[in-house]
């Protein structure tokens, strides 16, 4: 889909790279842009006109259904609200982490999908990018329950493609490693900017692709999962 004239809905949009969309969307010529927060007074808004803050924790279905509501006129949905807490399966808390996590995560994913496909729908089929992650697909403890969670919104995003050709919404994976936001303060590790991710993101949704591999470290992963790899099954005779 084209940015332009666009109406955007985002979520988690108060800082990093839910700010960093809707300020790019805004350069890109969107119409309007919903920034959605939990507490729409902290929303540091971009200085472009047709910003619209709306309080919106996506946990929560009475929010959700009043965005719905408020905003039925969103031709482009982008779920980037997400949470993440250190710690593998086996802490004395990962029931209750994993349980918040996903709630986020992946359940606000699909309760935002589920609000919004209908309008997408109406307003002719648009699209619904996705902001996921590189533990999507590998997970080494440090982050299990994030990491879960994405893998489970990753499967989500591609049933949902499925689903959704019929009515002509495009529905956009992003997958990235580590990006300077308050997510990864703690890691000493080389990060991307929330800006560079998002202009990839957007590059692709304009190209019409279903997946966004945004950094090099991502592309390198992707590669080693399409790798050939030894079969230890029996072979056919």
């Known amino acids: 889909m084209k940015i332009e004239n666009a109406v955007a809905l985002v ?6 790279i839910g700010l960093a969309f809707a300020r790019e969307l805004l350069d890109r010529g969107a119409r309007k842009v919903y920034v959605g927060a939990r507490d729409p007074a902290a929303v540091t808004q971009p200085t472009q006109s047709g910003v619209q803050a709306l309080r919106l924790d996506v946990t929560k279905a009475e929010d959700v259904a009043a965005a719905a509501a408020l905003a039925s006129d969103v031709t482009l949905v982008i779920n980037n609200a997400g ?7 086996l802490a004395a808390d990962s029931e209750d982490a994993a349980r918040r996590i996903f709630e986020t995560n992946f359940f ?18 648009g699209a619904l990018l996705n902001v996921l992650s590189v533990a ?29 050709a019929a009515q002509k919404t495009q529905v956009l994976a ?14 000493d590790v080389p990060k991307s900017s929330p800006e560079d ?41």
């Open 11 to 16: 979520t988690g949009a108060n800082r990093g």
């Open 83 to 89: 949470i993440a807490q250190p710690g593998g399966f």
């Open 108 to 125: 606000a994913v699909l309760r935002m999908s589920k609000a919004f496909a209908p309008i997408l729908k109406a307003n002719g089929g």
């Open 136 to 164: 999507s697909w590998v997970n080494g403890g440090e982050l299990a329950a994030y990491s879960a969670s994405k893998s489970a919104a990753w499967s989500l995003t591609n049933a949902l493609r499925n689903e959704l």
């Open 174 to 187: 992003l997958h990235m490693a580590y990006v300077d936001t308050d997510l990864t303060r703690g890691f």
């Open 197 to 237: 991710i998002v202009k990839r993101a957007l590059d692709g949704l304009e190209s019409g692709f279903d997946e966004v591999l945004a950094d090099e470290l991502t592309l390198q992963v992707k590669r080693g999962m399409t790798a050939p790899r030894p079969s230890y099954l029996p072979q056919a005779s």
